[in-house]
C-alpha cells in the first residue's frame, strides 16, 4: 500500500511540475550568444527544446517562439533546412502567443529591421521587415493588426519598440527564394516600448 502511494505522488509531482513549467529570462538569455553571431542552427535547436512546456504562456515563452521560428528561416537561408523541414517545423504555432524583438521605430518604407506604424482612420497596423545582419536576406515579414488605434505620440521615431500578439497567418515565400522566407501576420497585437 505503502509503495503504491509513494508511486502515485512521484507521478502527481512529476506531472505537476512538466505541466507547471513557465519559461525564465535565463531560459531566453542562454539563446542570446547564437543570435548574436547568427548561430541559426544552434538557436533552433535550443529554443525547440525549451519549447516542450505545453501550458506556458508566459511572455517568454512567446518570445522563444519567435526566436524558434527566425533561427530557422535564417536556416533556410543557408540551405541547412529545406522549405518543406521549415514548415513542418513552424506551421504548428499559428494560433500562439509571440512576442517580437524590440525595433526601433521609423517612418521610411524599406528600412530593415525597423518598426513603421500604419495608422489611418480604417486601419492599424505596423510592419517589420525583420533580416539578418548583413541585410542579404529578409527572415520574416511582419504585419501587426492592432485591436486598438495606437497614439503615435507613445512611438516616437527612433523609440525602441517591442510588438507581440497572436500569431495568425504563417505563409513561406512562394518561390522558395532565399530573398524573403517567411510572412507573418499578429492580430489583436500590442506595441509597447522596450525597457
Not at 503504491?4 to 539563446?31: E, H, R
Not at 545582419?133 to 520574416?140: D, E, R, V
Not at 517591442?162 to 504563417?170: A, D, W
Request: with cysteine.
Amino acid at each position: 500500500m505503502m509503495k503504491k502511494l509513494l508511486t502515485l505522488i512521484i507521478l502527481f509531482v512529476g506531472l505537476n511540475q512538466s505541466y507547471a513549467q513557465t519559461l525564465t529570462y535565463d531560459d531566453f538569455k542562454s539563446l542570446i550568444p547564437y543570435l548574436k553571431t547568427e548561430d541559426w542552427k544552434s538557436a533552433f535547436k535550443e529554443s525547440s527544446k525549451l519549447l516542450t512546456a505545453d501550458k506556458d504562456t508566459s511572455d517568454f515563452h512567446a518570445i522563444i517562439l519567435y526566436i524558434n521560428i527566425f533561427s530557422a528561416a535564417g536556416m533556410v537561408t543557408e540551405n541547412q533546412m529545406s522549405y518543406k523541414e521549415l514548415e513542418q517545423n513552424v506551421m504548428k504555432f499559428q494560433g500562439q502567443k509571440i512576442i517580437m524583438p524590440a525595433h526601433p521605430v521609423t517612418t521610411k518604407d524599406g528600412a530593415l529591421s525597423q518598426l513603421k506604424f500604419e495608422v489611418t482612420d480604417s486601419t492599424n497596423t505596423a510592419f517589420t521587415s525583420a533580416a539578418n545582419s548583413t541585410g542579404t536576406n529578409i527572415l520574416c515579414f511582419e504585419k501587426f493588426i492592432f485591436k486598438d488605434k495606437v497614439n503615435l505620440d507613445e512611438f516616437t521615431e527612433k523609440s525602441i519598440v517591442r510588438c507581440g500578439g497572436t500569431l495568425e497567418k504563417i505563409e513561406t515565400n512562394p518561390n522558395k527564394s532565399l530573398i524573403w522566407i517567411l510572412r507573418l501576420t499578429v492580430k489583436d497585437a500590442f506595441a509597447r516600448k522596450a525597457n
